[in-house]
């Protein structure tokens, strides 16, 4: 199974971004998913979920402002990132929890992450 991450970038403040997230790989079902992010010099904070039913749930200082989506037939995730702000600038990474095909357990996947940066 790999997580391929995209649509990072350089963006002023008041931009936006749009980043992606594919699953690939012998994957039964998928489950939770969801966008970390972590600064320089600070830990990993969870930014947003998806569940599969499709609710979702946002850290109090994104809400308004990111969205988070998914498509299951294309196992894919994505976060439409609005009116950004410098303080958003961080690695982000995907996490997916999905069933393998194979063993039919449950395990948890990270993308390589992306860079965000909002300038002043």
């Known amino acids: 199974v790999q997580l391929v991450e995209s649509g990072g970038g350089l963006v002023q403040t008041g931009g936006s971004l749009r980043l992606s997230c594919a699953a690939s790989?012998?994957?039964?079902?998928?489950?939770?998913m969801a966008w970390y992010r972590q600064a320089p010099g600070k830990q990993r904070e969870l930014v947003t979920t998806?569940?599969?039913?499709?609710?979702?749930d946002y850290a109090d200082s994104v809400k308004g402002r990111f969205t988070i989506s998914r498509d299951n037939a294309k196992k894919t995730v994505y976060l439409q990132m609005n009116s950004l702000k410098p303080e958003d600038t961080a690695v982000y990474y995907c996490?997916?929890?999905?069933?393998?095909?194979?063993?039919?357990?449950?395990?948890?996947?990270w993308g390589q992450g992306t860079q965000v940066t909002v300038s002043s």
């Open positions: 996490n997916i929890v999905l069933r393998e095909f194979v063993t039919s357990s449950y395990r948890s996947y």
């Open positions: 998806i569940i599969s039913g499709g609710s979702t």
């Open positions: 790989g012998s994957i039964s079902s998928i489950n939770t």
